[in-house]
């Protein structure tokens, strides 16, 4: 080929090349994605760890788990990374001054100290949280408890376990619930069909726990999701594990101030269709008030809220009626004040113990004080205030949380920040997401944007 043919060659060549790229870079475009990241901020709204880990949670013992590029670890309250990013779900928090970890790629769990140093390794199918110097975990899919030297102080033999609260846990087993203590020694056979904690009957995983010295304990009847036996009956265990009050009624709720409300059913199908009345007995088993109540709630400072009907009312420990059925609501007292519905005008305020409206009903919506404060929202927009029903914060905000350490979160236009006791801005609503102050610092979440170039082919 001469060299006339091999220049033009270079040139056409070279030619087809550029016009290749530039038929890609056409073809190519810019895509934007939003990813958040998180920091902590201190009270003056000043970063003391800037936004740059994709999650930060709460701190425990002094160190709190941080996700960065699909890993944990663990960072101190400066936001330097004690223990490097590198474990996976289901690794946990400290306590007790360990945490359940579980490196990348791994399937079991051990537990770590605060240098990241394995001290019981990775050999359990599932692990928990030390409670009273024990811990549950599972092995051959069945459950026992460790000491912190990864001994067994009770072998797994359970089919399922809870934590140990003041040295006693609930166990199940061939679908058999009781109690043991912290040796393993059965306090409780296991014998009874369901062993229930929740006040709103919210489902079977909460802790069982005693309330005023008695547990809630189940037999017979249908298992329902809810934590009910419907046709089964219930009663209250004490300590020692004995039965102090019959398994006669229907359905029962946690003991509070001596009392507890039970229910007298008229027919029960199944778990989605019950018939009856509430009533209350006090910690012997004897009624204070007979079943004639549709609805019920515990006891607190001494009052009652019940219905018939869509009409609240409040009773006395002893039963007698000391608010009459005239409200559209009833709710728990708190600090001398419910916030209650008006049959009026339909909006909440707050009455006092003799049923007085105290703050009269003009909020569209109300929740009950908390240390001389309450969130409240009028047009749909949120303020908080004082027990004489004045503003410390005003209306004017989409979301407003509870104080903590002497700030609040806000939300305005899906945006986030803090205000003082006065009401006053302190730290601009400026962030994605925010946490509640704690020992002087709150997360913070911040969305960035990322841009990538995709080649479309």
Not at 162 to 184: M, N, Q
Request: glycine share 12%.
């Amino acid at each position: 080929m001469s060299n006339s043919k091999k220049i033009a060659c270079g040139f056409y060549c070279v030619s087809v090349v550029l016009l290749l790229l530039m038929a890609q870079i056409a073809m190519s475009e810019n895509l934007e994605s939003e990813v958040e990241k998180f920091g902590l901020i201190d009270k003056t709204g000043k970063y003391v760890v800037p936004p740059r880990f994709d999650f930060i949670h709460d701190f425990k013992e002094g160190l709190a788990r941080v996700m960065l590029d699909g890993k944990l670890g663990y960072i101190d309250k400066t936001g330097k990374i004690v223990i490097p990013p590198q474990f996976q779900w289901p690794t946990d928090n400290f306590s007790e001054g360990l945490a359940v970890a579980r490196l990348q790629g791994e399937e079991k769990s051990g537990y770590i100290d605060k240098t990241g140093k394995y001290v019981i390794p990775p050999k359990f199918e599932e692990a928990s949280s030390f409670h009273e110097g024990l811990a549950r975990v599972r092995v051959n899919s069945q459950y026992g408890y460790i000491d912190k030297q990864g001994t067994y102080v009770i072998p797994p033999q359970f089919y399922s376990v809870r934590d140990f609260s003041e040295g006693i846990a609930v166990v199940e087993k061939e679908l058999k619930y009781g109690l043991i203590d912290r040796t393993g020694k059965y306090i409780a056979l296991p014998t009874f069909d369901n062993i229930y904690n929740s006040d709103d009957h919210g489902g079977l995983s909460d802790d069982p726990v005693f309330k005023d010295g008695l547990m809630r304990v189940g037999m017979g009847g249908q298992r329902c999701y809810t934590g009910g036996v419907a046709g089964g009956k219930w009663g209250y265990i004490d300590r020692a594990g004995k039965v102090v009050i019959p398994l006669k009624f229907d359905d029962t709720y946690n003991f509070y101030q001596g009392r507890a409300a039970v229910f007298k059913s008229t027919g029960i199908d199944d778990c989605e269709s019950t018939n009856g009345k509430w009533g209350y007995i006090n910690s012997l088993g004897d009624y204070i008030v007979t079943p004639q109540f549709d609805h019920t709630r515990k006891f607190s400072e001494g009052l009652a809220a019940v219905a018939i009907g869509k009409k609240w009312g409040y009773i006395d420990r002893s039963g007698k009626l000391v608010i009459p059925l005239q409200f559209n609501d009833g709710d728990e007292f708190a600090e001398g004040l419910v916030r209650t519905i008006s049959n009026e005008n339909g909006l909440y305020g707050y009455i006092d113990r003799t049923g007085k409206f105290v703050i009269s009903p003009q909020l569209n919506w109300a929740e009950n004080f908390s240390n001389g404060l309450a969130v409240v929202a009028v047009n749909d927009k949120k303020g908080i205030i004082d027990k004489t029903g004045k503003y410390v914060v005003a209306p004017k905000f989409d979301l407003v949380d509870q104080f903590s350490e002497g700030l609040v979160r806000v939300s305005l236009n899906e945006k986030w920040g803090y205000v003082d006791l006065t009401g006053k801005i302190v730290i601009p609503i400026e962030f994605d997401s925010t946490g509640n102050f704690d020992r002087g610092l709150a997360r913070v979440g911040v969305k960035q944007r990322l841009r990538t170039r995709e080649v479309k082919q």
